[in-house]
């Protein structure tokens, strides 16, 4: 579980690189909220990073491979990328090389996304195919890293950024980045020490998929090893998945994977937009948002994956939308109300408690689906589809906020409808669905 919470930790503190720490970056540099809106399509590369999966699940790093592990070696060299990428946010200006400073967001997105494949076959492949409930627990501890490492990056961006401001250091955010860049070889370090399994029953197991393959044809040379091997890498695990659940079911799982965090997504990808634009300071964001509810999330998911435990995985995806929603009309009430930092508290807290729930019941529902012989594919398959859904859709959310000339209330009442549709599709496929609980 030690090791299950630092893979969520690598795997979340690179979303508030490109999240708040740049949303927040662009706003003080007076970009519209269109922009910063648009400029979140970055994260659409988390989408399809199921494109790429089934060359991780292949292909080797030459030497590190050897020397730390297959999955390890992977982590390693992308956490590489995402710290050259800020240090070289921090030659950078948002008024004149905007175009450069999306682009390095683009490749600490693509870094992140890439490990995050790996972080979770890792994190699956820790754990034994027949304990259901210890999949629940470790979904917790990846949420809690996971969740650490979002808020404690949005602690030290942001509280870092306003003391370098208040100090007169005219590229505050630059300087933020370089602290930042430390943490990241923090975490690598510590993933160095992490013993990864052997990896030889799973390729054992692709290997005999591919003989198969291989026996079919009839001429056995060059090309048709060069097939069978683009056949079992793409397309095997795509069968495999579909042979477990009948093809409407499959259909279902992926629509209501699809659409599930919608709401979620809009709500987050404008909130710290929104908080400054009703009167909040980095501060007090920094404080409520991230501080506390870091505590809060923490807390939440704990109690989160206990419950997913009790009620099963299936009842615990519609409650937790279900609560999802509600609670994004607790954001509604505080845009009519305005800057409370009680009712700031208070929102944030009820939406650390169903992003926490929503987010543990997800992970261990989908880790529950997964074929452990293309573990790294499967599960990047299903978590990009579910990030397509947020990310392609939420990335228009400041140009709703526009469109709905600025009416916060609305715009949050939009987000709690969003869910409806999931659910649906989840509870047309309810009783034909094979997971073990």
Partial sequence: MKRIFLFGFISGFPWVLIGSALSLWLKENDLSRSTIGWAGLIFGVYAI?????????????????????????????????????????SFLNPNENLFLIIAVGLGIAISSATQDITIDALRIEQIGEDEGKTMAAAAAIQVVGWWTGYKIGGVISLMSAELFQQKGIENYWQMSFVLLA???????????????????LRVSLQQQNDQRILDKFKIKNKLSQILTWIYGTIFNPLVSFFKKNSFSVAVGLLSFIFLFKIGEAFLGRMSIIFYKEIGFSKTDIALYSKGIGWITTITFTLLGGLFAIRMGLLKAM???????ALTNLMFSVLAWVGNSEILFAFTVLLDDLAAAF???????????????????????????IGTAGRTLFASSSGSLVDWLNGDWGIFFIITAVMVIPSLLCLWAIRNKLKINE
């Fill in 182 to 200: 430390l943490i990241v070889v923090i975490s690598s370090i510590a993933l160095l020490f992490v013993p990864e399994k052997n990896s030889t």
């Fill in 358 to 384: 929503a987010t543990v019941a997800f992970v261990a529902f989908i880790s529950a689906l997964v074929d452990r012989t293309y573990t790294a594919t499967q599960f990047a398959l299903l978590a990009s």
């Fill in 318 to 324: 519609f409650v937790s939308g279900i609560v999802m």
């Fill in 49 to 89: 990073n199921f494109l790429w999966a089934p060359l991780i699940d292949r292909i080797k790093i030459p030497y590190l491979t050897n020397k730390i592990g297959h999955r390890k070696s992977w982590i390693i060299s992308m956490q590489s990328l995402i710290f050259l990428s800020l240090l070289s946010w």
